[in-house]
């Protein structure tokens, strides 16, 4: 990928997310190749609508060829449409859990959202929600209100609602063979209970978590992404706007000594130094920890490699073997992101399989 292409990508994402400035000279000599080589690294890194957020700020010299420029505003409208469409059905569906008597936490996707200049252009893939204990008996009110139960493993069930993809949770986190995963899941579900404020997604059942989980959450979940697939820039953009938002809400001395524990602390630092170094973020709170010298590999893994597992349709089997493929691959990301051995945690992946089938906390 040209470098040029990659650097303008990030400017114009901080642009949009954090109204940075953007010389709009720098793509003035850009030819269709290169506006197609963006559009194709913005759509690749599910930051398409945040990207031509930036785009239509430029004069219209200076903007793409006008039939990608209709291309991208229809792929943009695309987007939207998609999710006013998840968050109606979700909402739908929270409401029925919750006349019910269960308490459906929204996960990520739309409690992330919000902290975007534009929800809309957030995109959202699932509607991932928590009922815990609730998980079973929630699977049967959706397939009772017209709910097709595609599949219900020991962490979540997939649910397809008029044409949304629900994971129903019952662990917040994968626990399977580990001791330190279900330490964790307990304090996490903690959070919940203690933590729990009843703020809701605005004009639905969708109960939001509280500031802590959602830290702990979206560096757990990002983390494990980038250790058996890789991740893509929208998982840093979330953690870039939850902390704009949330920074002086946060206990971060809590925060950075469970990530200490649990072994997040290199990631976490990673994603918000590429978020203030690359995207333009501005953290006002010197609690915060900013620098981070592993950013600039960990970013040129986010924009090059292209490993992901979730989505292919290829069967649990191929996604099983691909896991323990890029695992072996991405050595590097254990040894100096994670502080652990990929040997190990391979053989903890597989012995948990075999022996943890049916984990409890």
Not at 51 to 66: I, M
Request: proline letters at 3%; hydrophobic letters at 40%.
């Amino acid at each position: 990928m040209d470098e040029r292409v990659q650097e303008t990508f990030l400017t114009f994402v901080g642009n949009a997310l954090f109204d940075t400035r953007c010389d709009a000279a720098s793509v003035a000599a850009w030819d269709r190749a290169d506006w197609e080589a963006l559009f194709r690294l913005a759509a690749r890194q599910g930051v398409l609508a945040v990207v031509y957020d930036a785009v239509s700020l430029l004069p219209k010299e200076n903007r793409p060829p006008r039939n990608l420029n209709l291309q991208w505003a229809l792929s943009v409208e695309n987007i939207e449409n998609r999710y006013c469409m998840q968050l109606a059905n979700g909402a739908e569906l929270a409401g029925l859990w919750t006349a019910a008597g269960f308490r459906p936490v929204v996960l990520k996707g739309f409690a992330v959202s919000r902290y975007y200049p534009v929800p809309e252009h957030r995109e959202c893939g699932d509607f991932d929600c928590f009922l815990g204990q609730d998980r079973e008996l929630g699977d049967s009110i959706a397939v009772g209100a017209g709910a097709v139960l595609e599949e219900s493993g020991y962490k979540h069930s997939h649910i397809l609602y008029k044409g949304l993809m629900v994971e129903n949770h019952r662990f917040c986190i994968g626990v399977r063979g580990s001791r330190e995963a279900k330490e964790l899941e307990r304090f996490l579900e903690g959070l919940l209970e203690e933590g729990a404020t009843e703020d809701k997604v605005p004009g639905t059942d969708m109960i939001l978590p509280p500031v802590m989980f959602n830290a702990l959450f979206l560096t757990f979940h990002g983390l494990k992404h980038f250790l058996g697939e890789g991740i893509r820039l929208r998982h840093i953009c979330d953690w870039a706007c939850f902390v704009a938002r949330e920074q002086q809400n946060m206990d971060w001395q809590t925060f950075y000594a469970v990530c200490d524990r649990y072994h997040m602390r290199r990631y976490a630092d990673v994603m918000t130094a590429i978020a203030v170094h690359g995207l333009g973020l501005r953290v006002e709170n010197p609690e915060i920890t900013v620098d981070s010298r592993y950013a600039d590999r960990v970013l040129s893994s986010v924009l090059n490699d292209n490993d992901l597992i979730s989505s292919r349709g290829k069967g649990k089997w191929w996604e099983r073997f691909k896991l323990l493929s890029n695992m072996s691959r991405y050595r590097w990301k254990y040894r100096e992101i994670y502080q652990k051995g990929y040997f190990g945690e391979m053989v903890q992946l597989v012995t948990g399989f075999v022996l943890d089938r049916n984990p409890k906390i």
